[in-house]
């Protein structure tokens, strides 16, 4: 046999395609080429293929091999066709039957003495294999990655000599098993160290319940971060098929490690990040800190001190939950149904409209500080809560009991049962025909438009201030939204003015 064909699969995206790696064996001078859209990493996978296959004690031809990754059409990045190619040369060869080889994927790089080495998504190659009923054998560190994948078996393979054996009959590789999930964090953080800030933890209680964005506004330590850092411990666990999906973004990166899988992400950036490290992109498109947050939080400190342009970009997926980015070679969509919390200080000093500290700032400098956020962006984002300075005399006064995280899970955990048991979904990503068949008071009604005329909101605005109602409505377990419900809702949209005098 000349020829030989072996199953493995691109990474686009989140998605994984098939891809088969076809080899050809013909007379001429003894040479390697590899065809099919492949990158530099791709083509150089011949020096390591020929070297792993020499040291793993298997002949290399001395004739003019061509190999071909089709389609062709589809781009070929990294090392992870080393294993597939190996193997389809093999075959060409005659060292190793063809038969055995139906039914398998072939993911996984060479080191040039036959050990296989981790490659990036392996993850999403699994979630894809799982539709092909076929059984994917990966390298051993992504045994335990790709397993998280329902549906699909998994094998995991140390080297190549290891692989064969296992084609051969000689030896058979072992399935690949979830990790166990490590232990939370030694320092995990309870809303129940909090002190004070009645009115800021009730927001970021609705925040959880409906998934709804929060920016924080306030002078220096008062306790912003310290609100936001606690946001995942009051979240109820991911779904299964939830921490999957999160996973499988979390692969596609350089580190991931699969005992944090059960995990919410929250990603934090720096202001410094560029708009392609927060949106994704690259020549290779990869997940950006959006996508990396997916299912979860999404947190933005120093919120006017990131540039414009930057947080410009984050308009679509707060829009649409989903990020889709072109390039030359061709167009990668990545999930991003992120919750957006940021926060801020209320001028260059920080204490603008503090009652202790007089703030240095002209109304020139406030006006150009503000002036960094646009307005369709803070449309986007539902509540705007200011945090205030607490004296000492607050701080000892509100040392009696308060909710820890668990106690107020419990509440957030009903309220989102109820959300998706009435529309399948939670508040924040209700349509405005969806959000507008709730039951709602009549003197609720009129509030809502007094307060749309008197505040100039948008009809976005509108429509997501009634959803923070009807978030408000299920931690009260009512099934109208009343006229209380509104005003609770009117009130943390209207502290936004406030934030802007």
Same mark, same amino acid.
């Given at each position: 046999?000349?020829?030989?064909?072996?199953?493995?699969?691109?990474?686009?995206?989140?998605?994984?395609?098939?891809?088969?790696?076809?080899?050809?064996?013909?007379?001429?001078?003894?040479?390697?080429?590899?065809?099919?859209?492949?990158?530099?990493?791709?083509?150089?996978?011949?020096?390591?293929?020929?070297?792993?296959?020499?040291?793993?004690?298997?002949?290399?031809?001395?004739?003019?091999?061509?190999?071909?990754?089709?389609?062709?059409?589809?781009?070929?990045?990294?090392?992870?066709?080393?294993?597939?190619?190996?193997?389809?040369?093999?075959?060409?060869?005659?060292?190793?039957?063809?038969?055995?080889?139906?039914?398998?994927?072939?993911?996984?790089?060479?080191?040039?003495?036959?050990?296989?080495?981790?490659?990036?998504? %392996? +993850? *999403?190659?699994? #979630?894809?294999?799982?539709?092909? =009923?076929?059984? $994917?054998? /990966?390298? !051993?560190?992504?045994? &335990?990655?790709? %397993? +998280? *994948?329902?549906? #699909?078996?998994?094998?995991?393979? =140390?080297?190549? $000599?290891? /692989?064969? !054996?296992?084609?051969? &009959?000689?030896?058979? +590789?072992?399935?690949?098993?979830?990790?166990?999930?490590? =232990?939370?964090?030694?320092?995990?953080?309870?809303?129940?160290?909090?002190?004070?800030?009645?009115?800021?933890?009730?927001?970021?209680?609705?925040? =959880?319940?409906?998934?709804?964005?929060?920016?924080?506004?306030?002078?220096?330590?008062?306790?912003?971060?310290?609100?936001?850092?606690?946001?995942?411990?009051?979240?109820?666990?991911?779904?299964?098929?939830?921490?999957?999906?999160?996973?499988?973004?979390?692969?596609?990166?350089?580190?991931?490690?699969?005992?944090?899988?059960?995990?919410?992400?929250?990603?934090?950036?720096?202001?410094?990040?560029?708009?392609?490290?927060?949106?994704?992109?690259?020549?290779?498109?990869?997940?950006?800190?959006?996508?990396?947050?997916?299912?979860?939080?999404?947190?933005?400190?120093?919120?006017?001190?990131?540039?414009?342009?930057?947080?410009?970009?984050?308009?679509?997926?707060?829009?649409?939950?989903?990020?889709?980015?072109?390039?030359?070679?061709?167009?990668?969509?990545?999930?991003?149904?992120?919750?957006?919390?940021?926060?801020?200080?209320?001028?260059?000093?920080?204490?603008?409209?503090?009652?202790?500290?007089?703030?240095?700032?002209?109304?020139?400098?406030?006006?150009?500080?503000?002036?960094?956020?646009?307005?369709?962006?803070?449309?986007?984002?539902e509540l705007h809560v200011h945090v205030p300075r607490l004296s000492p005399t607050e701080l000892r006064g509100a040392a009696g009991p308060r909710d820890s995280s668990q106690q107020v899970r419990a509440r957030i955990t009903a309220a989102r049962a109820r959300q998706r048991l009435r529309c399948g979904k939670l508040n924040a990503h209700l349509s405005n025909a969806e959000t507008e068949r709730h039951p709602v008071h009549p003197q609720g009604l009129r509030m809502l438009d007094d307060a749309t005329q008197r505040l100039q909101l948008s009809p976005r605005a509108y429509h997501r201030t009634l959803r923070v109602a009807r978030t408000i409505a299920d931690l009260a377990d009512s099934e109208e939204i009343t006229a209380a419900?509104?005003?609770?809702?009117?009130?943390?949209?209207?502290?936004?003015?406030?934030?802007?005098?």
């Amino acid at each position: 046999m000349t020829l030989a064909v072996v199953h493995t699969r691109a990474l686009t995206g989140v998605d994984a395609l098939p891809v088969a790696v076809e080899v050809h064996l013909s007379g001429g001078l003894p040479a390697m080429s590899i065809v099919g859209l492949a990158e530099t990493a791709v083509r150089e996978s011949k020096d390591r293929v020929r070297a792993a296959i020499v040291n793993s004690q298997f002949d290399f031809p001395a004739r003019k091999i061509t190999v071909n990754l089709a389609p062709a059409d589809l781009p070929k990045t990294g090392g992870r066709y080393d294993l597939a190619i190996a193997l389809g040369v093999l075959v060409a060869t005659g060292q190793l039957p063809a038969e055995p080889l139906r039914g398998y994927e072939f993911v996984g790089e060479l080191a040039l003495g036959g050990a296989l080495r981790s490659v990036r998504g %392996a +993850l *999403a190659t699994a #979630v894809a294999a799982a539709g092909s =009923a076929h059984t $994917l054998i /990966v390298p !051993a560190e992504n045994a &335990g990655e790709a %397993a +998280l *994948a329902s549906k #699909v078996k998994v094998l995991r393979a =140390a080297s190549l $000599l290891q /692989v064969v !054996a296992h084609l051969t &009959g000689r030896c058979r +590789l072992q399935p690949g098993t979830r990790p166990g999930e490590s =232990a939370p964090p030694d320092d995990e953080r309870d809303l129940h160290d909090v002190r004070g800030q009645h009115y800021a933890k009730r927001a970021l209680e609705i925040a =959880a319940a409906g998934a709804h964005n929060l920016l924080l506004v306030g002078p220096p330590g008062t306790g912003k971060t310290m609100l936001a850092s606690r946001l995942t411990g009051i979240l109820p666990p991911l779904s299964e098929a939830e921490a999957v999906e999160s996973a499988t973004i979390a692969s596609l990166g350089s580190r991931f490690d699969a005992r944090t899988w059960r995990r919410r992400p929250f990603r934090q950036p720096h202001h410094t990040a560029s708009a392609v490290a927060l949106i994704g992109g690259g020549g290779t498109p990869r997940p950006g800190e959006v996508s990396l947050a997916h299912h979860g939080i999404l947190f933005l400190d120093e919120l006017p001190e990131f540039n414009r342009q930057v947080l410009e970009v984050l308009r679509e997926p707060l829009e649409n939950g989903r990020i889709v980015i072109s390039r030359a070679a061709g167009t990668a969509e990545f999930p991003a149904r992120f919750q957006l919390v940021a926060a801020m200080n209320p001028c260059p000093c920080g204490y603008a409209h503090d009652a202790q500290r007089q703030c240095r700032c002209s109304p020139a400098q406030i006006a150009r500080y503000l002036s960094r956020l646009s307005g369709p962006l803070l449309d986007r984002i539902e509540l705007h809560v200011h945090v205030p300075r607490l004296s000492p005399t607050e701080l000892r006064g509100a040392a009696g009991p308060r909710d820890s995280s668990q106690q107020v899970r419990a509440r957030i955990t009903a309220a989102r049962a109820r959300q998706r048991l009435r529309c399948g979904k939670l508040n924040a990503h209700l349509s405005n025909a969806e959000t507008e068949r709730h039951p709602v008071h009549p003197q609720g009604l009129r509030m809502l438009d007094d307060a749309t005329q008197r505040l100039q909101l948008s009809p976005r605005a509108y429509h997501r201030t009634l959803r923070v109602a009807r978030t408000i409505a299920d931690l009260a377990d009512s099934e109208e939204i009343t006229a209380a419900h509104l005003a609770e809702a009117i009130t943390l949209r209207g502290d936004r003015a406030d934030t802007h005098e």
